[in-house]
Nanobody, 124 residues
Framework: QVQLVESGGGLVQAGGSLRLSCAAS????????MGWFRQAPGKEREFVAG????????YYADSVKGRFTCSRDNAKNTVHLQMNSLKPDDTAVYYC?????????????????WGQGTQVTVSS
């Protein structure tokens, strides 16, 4: 059974940092693209960042570019999202997702596996 488990969320002041982790189990995702999405109350789930399989190239939403960094540790089947210079608008539940394929996709429908989400709250 495939599981993705996020950790690292919490409450932080504006300008602060958090590091999210996503641990995968049940299969190896070293060759598959992984993504981070977020969903704020009353809003649709939106793409935040993604990382390709194997080579680990990254792609970011414009809203987080330059502030967030996505990385992966294939030996540990883990993906991370380093979030710096956090803003109140970054407040949301953050989800890790995996898809069968090496290419990053920005649509949630392209992902096959999802974590349960972790809450990130940024106070002003």
């Amino acid at each position: 059974q495939v599981q993705l488990v996020e950790s690292g969320g919490g409450l932080v002041q504006a300008g602060g940092s958090l590091r999210l982790s996503c641990a995968a189990s049940g299969r190896a995702f070293s060759r598959d693209a992984m993504g981070w999405f977020r969903q704020a109350p009353g809003k649709e789930r939106e793409f935040v960042a993604g990382i390709t399989g194997s080579a680990g190239s990254t792609y970011y939403a414009d809203s987080v570019k330059g502030r967030f960094t996505c990385s992966r540790d294939n030996a540990k089947n883990t993906v991370h999202l380093q979030m710096n210079s956090l803003k109140p608008d970054d407040t949301a539940v953050y989800y890790c997702a995996a898809r069968s394929g090496m290419v990053i996709a920005t649509s949630p429908r392209a992902y096959d596996y999802w974590g349960q989400g972790t809450q990130v709250t940024v106070s002003s």
